[in-house]
């Protein structure tokens, strides 16, 4: 069983900057593919990136260039550093893991971004 437990959203102006981190339980972290989602108030929720065990990441269009996905295995802990925020960046953001086949999620953080 893998618990994970997100961190580090908040408010920021636009053009700053917020570091989320996802730490996961379980002891298996290093062979998960780890993801960040978000959905915002009103829309679907959204693949914002990727990170396999083997470190490869993607990224969907709109964050490529300002956000970058990590990972810790040592500490069993993920982040996402998002810089040039937006106020469409505004959403609750999810750490989403895969072990097919079983996939877990996070309780979300909130990421509010002002104009």
């Known amino acids: 069983q893998v618990q994970l437990a997100e961190s580090g959203g908040g408010l920021v102006q636009a053009g700053g900057s917020l570091r989320l981190a996802c730490a996961a339980s379980?002891?298996?972290?290093?062979?998960?593919?780890m993801s960040w989602y978000r959905q915002a108030p009103g829309k679907q929720r959204e693949l914002v990136a990727v990170?396999?065990?083997?470190?490869?990441?993607w990224y969907v269009d709109s964050v490529k260039g300002r956000f970058t996905i990590s990972r810790d295995n040592a500490k069993s802990t993920m982040y996402l550093q998002m810089n040039s925020l937006k106020p469409e960046d505004t959403a609750v953001y999810y750490c989403?893991?895969?072990?097919?086949?079983?996939?877990?999620w996070g309780q979300g953080t909130q990421v509010a971004v002002s104009s």
């Open positions: 989403f893991a895969l072990h097919s086949p079983a996939t877990y």
């Open positions: 379980g002891g298996i972290f290093s062979i998960l593919s």
């Open positions: 990170i396999t065990s083997g470190g490869d990441a």
